[in-house]
C-alpha cells in the first residue's frame, strides 16, 4: 500500500529519475534508423484519412448552398440510388445512427424535398420518397459533386504517377 509510495521529500529525486528515462528512451528511439526517416503521415491511411475529410469539405461546400447538410444529402442520395426506402433501409444505406437519420427526413419532409407514407396495410412501415424539388436539388448537388470529384482524382492521379516516376528513377 502506502508504505511503497514515495514520501514528499523523496519526490522532486523520483519525478527526476522518471523524467531521465523517458528522455534517455526518446533519444535512443530518435537513434532508430528507421524511425529517423519514418512519416506517419505518408502512410496509406493517414493519406486516405485526409483525402477523406478533404472530400467531405468539398461535399459540405456543394451541397451547402442548396441549403443542404451531409445527413441530409446522404438520404437524399440513398433514395436517388434505391428509390423508395423504408427508414431501416435509410440507415443500411448511410451507415448513419438512427437518430441523424431520424432528424434528417424530418428536415427534408419540412423542406419539401421528400415525402413520408404509410403502408396501407402496416401504419407502422412508412415509405420515404423524394419530390420532384428533393430531385432537383439531388441533380444539382451531384453534377457539382462528381465535378469536384474528378478534379481531386485527377490530381491524386498526376501525383501517383509523379511518386511512381520517382520510385523508380
Given at each position: 500500500?502506502?508504505s511503497?509510495?514515495?514520501l514528499p521529500s523523496?519526490?522532486?529525486q523520483?519525478?527526476?529519475?522518471?523524467?531521465?528515462e523517458?528522455?534517455?528512451?526518446f533519444e535512443k528511439?530518435?537513434?532508430?534508423e528507421?524511425?529517423?526517416?519514418?512519416?506517419?503521415?505518408?502512410?496509406?491511411?493517414?493519406?486516405?484519412?485526409r483525402?477523406?475529410?478533404?472530400f467531405?469539405t468539398?461535399?459540405?461546400?456543394?451541397?451547402?448552398?442548396?441549403g443542404?447538410?451531409?445527413?441530409?444529402w446522404?438520404?437524399l442520395a440513398t433514395?436517388a440510388?434505391?428509390?423508395?426506402?423504408?427508414?431501416?433501409?435509410?440507415?443500411?444505406g448511410?451507415?448513419?445512427?438512427?437518430?441523424?437519420?431520424?432528424?434528417?427526413?424530418?428536415?427534408?419532409i419540412?423542406?419539401?424535398?421528400?415525402?413520408?407514407?404509410?403502408?396501407?396495410?402496416?401504419?407502422r412501415?412508412?415509405?420515404?420518397?423524394?419530390?420532384?424539388?428533393?430531385?432537383?436539388?439531388?441533380?444539382s448537388?451531384s453534377?457539382?459533386?462528381t465535378?469536384?470529384s474528378?478534379?481531386?482524382?485527377n490530381?491524386?492521379?498526376?501525383?501517383?504517377?509523379?511518386?511512381n516516376?520517382?520510385?523508380?528513377?
Open positions: 500500500g502506502y511503497n509510495r514515495p523523496d519526490l522532486e523520483f519525478t527526476d529519475q522518471h523524467r531521465q523517458d528522455l534517455d528512451a528511439m530518435k537513434q532508430s528507421f524511425l529517423s526517416d519514418f512519416d506517419p503521415y505518408s502512410t496509406p491511411p493517414s493519406i486516405i484519412a483525402l477523406n475529410s478533404h467531405q468539398i461535399v459540405a461546400g456543394c451541397i451547402k448552398p442548396l443542404l447538410i451531409v445527413p441530409e446522404r438520404i433514395l440510388k434505391f428509390g423508395p426506402c423504408s427508414v431501416n433501409d435509410i440507415v443500411d448511410t451507415k448513419l445512427p438512427q437518430s441523424t437519420v431520424s432528424r434528417g427526413i424530418l428536415n427534408l419540412k423542406k419539401d424535398l421528400i415525402t413520408k407514407r404509410q403502408r396501407k396495410k402496416d401504419n412501415y412508412a415509405v420515404l420518397e423524394m419530390t420532384e424539388q428533393g430531385l432537383q436539388k439531388c441533380e448537388a453534377r457539382e459533386i465535378k469536384q474528378r478534379e481531386i482524382l490530381e491524386l492521379e498526376e501525383n501517383v504517377m509523379g511518386l516516376a520517382e520510385i523508380w528513377l
